[in-house]
T-cell receptor
Framework: KNEVEQSPQNLTAQEGEFITINCSYS?????LHWLQQHPGGGIVSLFM???GKKKHGRLIATINIQEKHSSLHITASHPRDSAVYIC????????????FGQGTRLTINP | GAGVSQSPSNKVTEKGKDVELRCDPI?????LYWYRQSLGQGLEFLIY????????KSGLPSDRFSAERTGGSVSTLTIQRTQQEDSAVYLC??????????FGSGTRLTVV
């Protein structure tokens, strides 16, 4: 079983729709990152969460520590939001590493 | 520079040859990470450097892979006797603390 599970794997929506991507993680993960990867492009760190909720523009990330669950929401989605969104758990056991979910491929149609 | 710089951006090599991939982290970032993303796969941890501590090599897939970080700054990932399954995008990231990662744009390695 992966330490970080994302859903859905693929998501297609119309411009303007409210988008939710979910991430569940296992014990031992200290914090959650949400990353964005555009086709052919690099990876951009969107949020790092260890508790509560963060908002940046149309993006909102929440985390429920008790349930080991995080969500990324996009309000008023736009075709330029089309990308792969990756949830990554931070493990600190002496050394540190990110453990990645498989990603959610989001396509927003005009 | 302002970000994490990786070179080359693309590398095509023949099976069996050695390759070196370079990462210039953000100045002052003490932690440096290498990850790999194979076609259609998720991201995979390879190796982690933190300051002068011994690196965490637990993610390296075989002894053909090695990495070093000189002077606490630039890192080189070396793959010896490349195989076709080594084809992937190799990503470097650096951070000052555990919580702020900046990724490079990656090196796309193709082994033919």
């Amino acid at each position: 079983k992966n330490e970080v599970e994302q859903s859905p794997q693929n998501l297609t929506a119309q411009e303007g729709e409210f988008i939710t991507i979910n991430c569940s993680y296992s014990v031992g993960i200290s914090a959650l990152h949400w990353l964005q990867q555009h086709p052919g492009g690099g990876i951009v760190s969107l949020f790092m969460l260890s508790s509560g909720k963060k908002k940046h523009g149309r993006l909102i990330a929440t985390i429920n520590i008790q349930e080991k669950h995080s969500s990324l929401h996009i309000t008023a989605s736009h075709p330029r939001d089309s990308a792969v969104y990756i949830c990554a758990g931070l493990i600190i056991q002496g050394a540190q590493k990110l453990v990645f979910g498989q990603g959610t491929r989001l396509t927003i149609n005009p | 520079g302002a970000g994490v710089s990786q070179s080359p951006s693309n590398k095509v090599t023949e099976k069996g040859k050695d390759v070196e991939l370079r990462c210039d982290p953000i100045s002052g970032h003490t932690a440096l990470y290498w990850y790999r993303q194979s076609l259609g796969q998720g991201l995979e941890f390879l190796i982690y450097f933190q300051g002068n501590s011994a690196p965490d090599k637990s993610g390296l897939p075989s002894d053909r892979f090695s990495a070093e970080r000189t002077g606490g700054s630039v890192s080189t990932l070396t793959i010896q006797r490349t195989q076709q399954e080594d084809s992937a995008v190799y990503l470097c990231a650096s951070s000052l603390e555990a919580y702020g990662y900046t990724f490079g744009s990656g090196t796309r390695l193709t082994v033919v």
